[in-house]
C-alpha cells in the first residue's frame, strides 16, 4: 500500500505537467498573436510613399535645396485598345460632288411595272381640285356624266403635246371657250393634274423622240408654274382598234404600247405619276380598244368607256393623308 509521500509526489507530478501544458498553451497563443501582428503590418496597410521618407531625413542646405534632382522614373500607361478604329471627322465632314453609281436614266422598263397600283376609293370629292389636261380623247371625262363635275378641264380638239408647250391659242372641248391652254391649266392651281396627250403625235411615224422631248418640256413648264406640291399623274395612251391602223398607220397597238413604255420611264425620270388606264380600256391580248367602249372612228369612247376610265381612277390614286376613302383608308398610316 503506498504511504502519503507516495501519493503527494504524484499529485504535484499531475499538478507540473498541467502548469506546462498551460504554458504551452500560452505560449502557443502569443506565437499566433505575433504572426498575425507581423502579417497585417506588412500586408493590410499600405507601404509609407516615398514623400513620406522624404519628408522625414533631415532639412537639407542651402546648397543642396538649389541643387537640380532627378525626376522619379515612371512606367508609361498603355494606350487602350480600340475596338473601332478612330475616325477623322475632317475626312468625312464635307461636302463634295460624289460619281453617279445608279442609272437613273430610265428608259426600257415596262409601263405596266411602274403604273400606280390598285389602292382604296377616294371620294369624287377627290377630284374637286383636279385639272385634266389633253386632248380631245381625255376631254370626254368632262364631256359624259362621270361625275367629276367640278374638276377643271383643259382639253383641246386635235391638240399635241406641242400645243401646250407652244402656247396654242386654242378652243376648250369641254367649256368652248378660246383659251391657252398653259394659262388655263396655271389659272386652276390644282392639287392633283392628269395629263393625256399623244394620241394626235403618233399619227406621224417616227415621231417617237420629239414627243418624248416636248412632254419633258411640257412638264419643266408645268412645274414653273403650279404651286410645288402638285402631283402629276401621266396617263397612259390607250389603244385604238384594229382597223385605224390602215387609215393611220402610226396608231399601231404595238408602237402606242413602245410608247407607253417611253412614257412610264419618262415619268420615273421627272418625278411624276403614271396610270396605266389601258388596264381598264384596251384588251390584253393585243392592247386594242375594247369594243364594248368604241365610237364610229375607233379611237375615242362612248358613255360607258368614260365611266370605266373614271372609275379607274378613283382606285387608282396615290395614299395621301388630305384623301377621303370610301370605306375604310387601306392605307392609314398611324400618327401620319
Not at 383641246?156 to 402656247?167: E, I, L
Request: proline fraction near 4%; charge should be negative.
Amino acid at each position: 500500500m503506498a504511504d502519503f509521500y507516495t501519493y503527494r509526489s504524484e499529485v504535484a507530478g499531475k499538478r507540473r505537467k498541467r502548469k506546462l501544458f498551460l504554458a504551452l498553451i500560452v505560449l502557443l497563443a502569443l506565437l499566433c498573436a505575433g504572426a498575425g501582428f507581423y502579417w497585417f503590418r506588412d500586408n493590410g496597410t499600405p507601404a509609407p510613399q516615398e514623400a513620406d521618407s522624404a519628408a522625414a531625413q533631415p532639412t537639407a542646405t542651402a546648397e543642396s535645396t538649389m541643387a537640380p534632382t532627378a525626376a522619379p522614373t515612371q512606367q508609361p500607361i498603355a494606350e487602350p485598345q480600340r475596338l473601332v478604329q478612330s475616325v477623322d471627322a475632317a475626312v468625312w465632314d464635307k461636302s463634295e460632288p460624289v460619281a453617279q453609281t445608279i442609272d437613273t436614266e430610265f428608259l426600257n422598263t415596262d409601263h405596266r411595272m411602274v403604273a400606280v397600283p390598285m389602292l382604296g376609293t377616294v371620294t369624287k370629292d377627290y377630284f374637286n381640285t383636279v385639272t385634266f389636261a389633253g386632248d380631245s380623247i381625255a376631254s370626254g371625262l368632262g364631256i359624259y356624266d362621270t361625275g367629276y363635275h367640278n374638276a377643271h378641264y383643259a382639253t383641246y380638239v386635235s391638240a399635241g403635246v406641242q400645243t401646250f408647250v407652244n402656247n396654242v391659242s386654242v378652243k376648250n372641248a369641254v367649256t368652248g371657250a378660246t383659251e391657252t391652254p398653259m394659262e388655263t391649266i396655271a389659272a386652276s392651281q390644282p392639287d392633283y393634274l392628269y395629263i393625256l396627250v399623244g394620241t394626235n403625235n403618233l399619227v406621224v411615224q417616227g415621231s417617237e423622240d420629239s414627243f418624248i422631248a416636248y412632254y419633258e418640256r411640257l412638264i419643266d413648264m408645268l412645274r414653273e408654274q403650279l404651286n410645288p406640291g402638285v402631283i402629276l399623274y401621266i396617263q397612259a395612251i390607250p389603244g385604238v382598234q384594229e382597223t385605224v391602223v390602215a387609215s393611220k398607220p402610226g396608231l399601231d397597238n404595238q408602237r402606242i404600247a413602245t410608247v407607253n413604255d417611253l412614257l412610264a420611264n419618262m415619268a420615273l425620270r421627272k418625278g411624276c405619276y403614271y396610270v396605266n388606264i389601258r388596264e381598264a380600256l384596251t384588251n390584253t391580248a393585243d392592247g386594242s380598244q375594247i369594243d364594248d367602249y368604241a365610237t364610229k372612228d375607233g379611237v375615242h369612247f362612248n358613255a360607258a368607256g368614260y365611266h370605266a376610265w373614271a372609275e379607274y381612277l378613283a382606285t387608282h390614286t396615290v395614299w395621301n393623308r388630305r384623301s377621303v376613302y370610301s370605306g375604310e383608308n387601306p392605307y392609314y398610316i398611324y400618327g401620319a
